[in-house]
T-cell receptor, first 117, second 111 residues
Framework: AQKITQTQPGMFVQEKEAVTLDCTYD???????LFWYKQPSSGEMIFLIY??????QNATEGRYSLNFQKARKSANLVISASQLGDSAMYFC??????????????FGKGTHLIIQP | GAGVSQSPRYKVAKRGQDVALRCDPI?????LFWYQQALGQGPEFLTY????????KSGLPSDRFFAERPEGSVSTLKIQRTQQEDSAVYLC?????????FGPGTRLLVL
């Protein structure tokens, strides 16, 4: 079964610094997708960034980038120039191709990021 | 356009009551997912629809949980004879391709 591991339960970061949130995954399937979501205290899951297993380039979306190291099964999220509004829970998730018997996303336990002024 | 909407946002039920949670996906999204999120945890997959077909219900925790999407749009998650361990946030997500977009969730408290 696939698994997502986020080893940082909580992080404190100074405003304007860059942040790296760790994520490792485990699957034997060569085709998969990796996602990062942000969940503020309001509860809604906000999509941040997606990386496909066959993508050659690391994904980027504005201040977010995904450091994808396939051999290490690592998909760390990098937030550049952090802002107070970045304070939230961050979840790493993986999805295998549909029909494989695991159609939903598998989530990690999350990292609680707090940005300090 | 409009995002995924869920209702009610909050539900308090007495143990043993039946509840029904509604999800309105983004218009045109073929795929719809339900997740359960316990306090302090990541969401856990419950079930998946492609149009009106329920293709995967492997995550439903018991036969008290039932989901439907009869016309391939709105979906309802029903929990019969609720128990205290059913207390959680129930998230609905929809997608057209890879990325799933989530609604605000329904927070269920069973007393």
């Amino acid at each position: 079964a696939q698994k997502i591991t986020q080893t940082q339960p909580g992080m404190f970061v100074q405003e304007k610094e860059a942040v790296t949130l760790d994520c490792t995954y485990d699957t034997s399937d060569p085709s998969y997708g990796l996602f990062w979501y942000k969940q503020p205290s309001s509860g809604e899951m906000i999509f941040l960034i997606y990386q496909g297993s066959y993508d050659q380039q690391n994904a980027t979306e504005g201040r977010y980038s995904l450091n994808f190291q396939k051999a290490r099964k690592s998909a760390n999220l990098v937030i550049s120039a952090s802002q107070l509004g970045d304070s939230a829970m961050y979840f790493c998730a993986m999805r295998l191709p549909s029909g494989g018997g695991a159609d939903g996303l598998t989530f990690g336990k999350g990292t609680h990021l707090i940005i300090q002024p | 356009g409009a995002g995924v909407s869920q209702s009610p946002r909050y539900k308090v039920a007495k143990r043993g009551q039946d509840v029904a949670l509604r999800c309105d996906p983004i218009s045109g999204h073929v795929s719809l997912f339900w997740y359960q999120q316990a306090l302090g945890q990541g969401p856990e997959f419950l079930t998946y629809f492609q149009n009106e077909a329920q293709l995967d219900k492997s995550g439903l925790p018991s036969d008290r949980f039932f989901a439907e999407r009869p016309e391939g749009s709105v979906s309802t998650l029903k929990i019969q004879r609720t128990q205290q361990e059913d207390s959680a946030v129930y998230l609905c997500a929809s997608s057209l391709y890879e990325t799933q977009y989530f609604g605000p969730g329904t927070r269920l408290l069973v007393l």
